[in-house]
């Protein structure tokens, strides 16, 4: 496999020839006269539509990107790196691109309030910075009061379910933990960010383990009544694994103690070695505390032609903060799909047109089960009409037959062609 | 246009209500849909064929064998199934004429 730098350059090369630095557009990209769009985060939703954006107005319209971290780490691979198949430097990408071929003005800030009558927002570093539409794609944020103790001992019991910093301690205790011990991974209710990651993180785990420490045991502890995606695949991974994983639906986590790493579920009691804790999740504290529309409290309502927050015109949501329509996940390549119909309907909208009405989106989850072997979900999503909102095209989409080799190659090539669809 | 093809269009056309007015920009939108696995603008890293640049009719072909089982593949066929005739053809004389 190529690594980052060779496929940066490769992604630079790729895309020279479609970059805005050679075009006459350009010269506007200050002047601001087809609009400004601020965007509040940068990752699989944020990133896409940025450059999209600026790519498919020509310049015309300006785009600040607005992310707190100053380089792009993806959650998809990360469960490679926890398994030790990949290193962080594999799947943290620079902004620079965004910055230097497509013109997108990249902050590195917190945003912190979102004013939706002025049409502003509120920034930690930057002060307040004015917008004729934003869009939001800040993932999501954990509920960490929903299991008790769990709260302020993130380093203890770490989730590992925003690629970064948690990746790498979630690596360090397993490569720590002595052979013969007990790593326990908690899965949240559905709905939850990436529906087959849990399972994939349990699959790199144990083929780790079984390298290394053969004696050790993989408790998979699910608080839903069944695995929810790939169910039949991952089952027989989870055979693969005999001896090593042991799956156990129906277990929602009550408390934990941080201290002697033990977690209190429904019926049973679990002292584990390294503790991961996926937490109960809704939309970005952003969206949350912005007096958006929510469902179950958690969830962005949006309209499907614009993914404007219902009743709240200017404001685009896309990306895990959304409430799904029918069997739509929360996975990046969706959230991809969701900011390049985004893209589309902000540039109608800024002229004074209305928004493409039949959008489609579409699916892929590619998870491997060991370091060769990956098998895929798909789902292809158009609009109907009538229900005013994307529906999955009965008779297309499905899983794989069985994970393959053929399949763990292209997830590699998925994740590169993705990464240089939001970035290069 | 093959028969596997306007087969699939009328089980689509059977979905609740598929629009029917068209946005200006519906190729380069739809095609966008194909970029995050063959490229922004059809033009892959690798791993993942190039689409831009190709003939149209051999695409499609391409596309139809998928459909019908004729090419096997791991995923087109699943993903191919999909999208409308007419969409197929919007995408694929779209990427035909990227270069
Ligand atoms: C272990 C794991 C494996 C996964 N595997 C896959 C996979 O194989 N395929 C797949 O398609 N999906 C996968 N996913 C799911 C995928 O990561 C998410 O669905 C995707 O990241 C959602 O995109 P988003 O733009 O909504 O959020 P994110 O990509 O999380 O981006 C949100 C960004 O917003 C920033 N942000 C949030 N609030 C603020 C603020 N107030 N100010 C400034 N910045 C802010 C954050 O720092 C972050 O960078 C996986 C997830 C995990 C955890």
Redesign the pocket.
């Known amino acids: 496999m190529q690594n980052r730098r060779e496929f940066l350059k490769s992604a630079g090369a790729v895309v020279a020839g479609s970059s805005l630095l050679g075009l006459a557009g350009c010269a506007g990209m200050d002047r601001g006269a087809g609009g400004h769009v601020v965007v509040?985060?940068?990752?699989?939703?944020?990133a896409t539509v940025a450059k999209y954006l600026r790519m498919w107005s020509e310049g015309r319209i300006n785009v600040t990107l607005?992310?707190?971290?100053t380089e792009?780490v993806?959650?998809?691979?990360?469960?490679l790196v926890i398994g030790g198949l990949k290193n962080m430097t594999d799947i943290t990408i620079s902004y620079d691109n965004l910055r230097s071929r497509w013109g997108v003005k990249v902050i590195t800030?917190?945003?912190?309030a979102l004013d939706t009558a002025k049409r502003t927002v509120s920034t930690a570093h930057n002060g307040t910075i004015a917008y004729d539409r934003v869009v939001l794609?800040?993932?999501?944020d954990f509920m960490f009061d929903r299991v008790g103790g769990l709260a302020g001992n993130e380093e203890l019991i770490p989730h590992?379910?925003?690629?970064g910093p948690q990746t790498v301690v979630l690596r360090q205790q397993l490569q720590d933990m002595k052979d013969g011990g007990i790593f326990a991974l908690h899965i949240p209710k559905s709905p939850y960010?990436?529906p087959p990651?849990p399972y994939?993180?349990a699959c790199m785990v144990a083929n780790y383990l079984r390298r290394e420490k053969p004696k050790s045991k993989v408790l998979v502890l699910d608080a839903n009544g069944e695995i929810q995606s790939k169910k039949a695949l991952f089952t027989k991974a989870f055979e693969g694994y005999k001896g090593l994983i042991e799956y156990m639906p129906n277990n929602e986590l009550r408390s934990v103690n941080a201290k002697t790493r033990t977690a209190e579920l429904d019926f049973e009691k679990v002292k584990a070695d390294v503790l991961n804790v996926i937490p109960p999740m809704r939309a970005?504290?952003?969206a949350t505390q912005s007096g958006l529309p929510l469902i179950n409290d958690r969830w962005v309502d949006v309209e499907w032609l614009t993914y404007e927050a219902r009743g709240i015109p200017g404001v685009h949501v896309?990306?895990?903060?959304l409430f799904p329509a029918p069997t739509m996940p929360?996975?990046?390549?969706?959230?991809n799909q969701q900011a390049k119909v985004v893209a589309a309907a902000i540039i109608n909208l800024l002229a004074g047109e209305a928004p493409n009405p039949s959008p489609v989106v579409m699916?892929?989850?590619?998870?491997f089960v060991d370091a060769k072997n990956a098998m895929h979900v798909a789902s292809v999503h158009q609009y109907d009409t009538v229900k005013k909102q994307p529906m999955p095209v009965p008779g297309a989409g499905g899983v794989s037959v069985a994970a393959n080799e053929i399949e763990g190659k292209f997830a590699h090539a998925w994740a590169q062609n993705i990464w240089a669809d939001m970035l290069a | 246009m093959n028969a596997k093809l306007v087969l699939t269009t009328l089980c689509l056309t059977g979905l609740a209500g598929l629009s029917h007015a068209n946005d200006p920009n519906l190729a380069r939108n739809l095609a966008a849909t194909c970029a995050n696995c063959h490229g922004t603008s059809g033009k892959s890293l690798g791993g993942m064929e190039s689409l831009a640049g190709e003939p149209k009719e051999k695409l499609l072909q391409k596309l139809a064998d998928f459909r019908s089982g004729a090419k096997p593949a791991s995923i087109m066929h699943q993903i191919s199934k999909g999208y409308t005739d007419e969409q197929l053809d919007l995408i694929t004389a779209y990427y035909a004429a990227m270069k």
Request: hydrophobic share 25%; with cysteine.
């Open positions: 509040v985060g940068g990752g699989y939703g944020g607005i992310e707190r971290s792009f993806s959650c998809p691979m990360s469960n800030d917190e945003v912190l794609s800040p993932g999501i590992a379910w925003k690629a960010r990436c990651g994939e993180r970005g504290n952003i896309i990306g895990d903060s929360k996975s990046g390549h969706m959230a699916n892929t989850c590619y998870s």
